[in-house]
Nanobody, 114 residues
Framework: QVQLVESGGGLVQPGGSLRLSCAAS????????MGWARQAPGKQREFIAT???????NYANSVKGRFTISRDNAKNTVYLQMNSLKPEDTAVYYC????????WGQGTQVTVSS
């Protein structure tokens, strides 16, 4: 069983930045891939970024060059640094652990608006 708790969402103006955090329970955090996804109102959940246990990253085209995923294995935490935010980035952001059947956090709201 893996529990994920996201934090760091909020309201930000276009062009601003936010950093999301996802704290994971369990002692095997270092062994598995972690990722972020988002879901805007009326839309399907979409992949944003992943990072393997070895630090290899992958991004959706919509966020490439603006978002950065990273992890701190000592803290069992994965981060999503979001820069140059746009109104279309508004969504609930979810953390995902790619282990077993997969686990999701509860989500954190990000709103980009002036």
């Amino acid at each position: 069983q893996v529990q994920l708790v996201e934090s760091g969402g909020g309201l930000v103006q276009p062009g601003g930045s936010l950093r999301l955090s996802c704290a994971a329970s369990g002692s095997i955090f270092t062994r598995y891939t972690m990722g972020w996804a988002r879901q805007a109102p009326g839309k399907q959940r979409e992949f944003i970024a992943t990072i393997t246990s070895g630090g290899i990253t992958n991004y959706a085209n919509s966020v490439k060059g603006r978002f950065t995923i990273s992890r701190d294995n000592a803290k069992n935490t994965v981060y999503l640094q979001m820069n140059s935010l746009k109104p279309e980035d508004t969504a609930v952001y979810y953390c995902r652990a790619y282990v077993g059947q997969g686990y999701w956090g509860q989500g954190t709201q990000v709103t980009v608006s002036s």
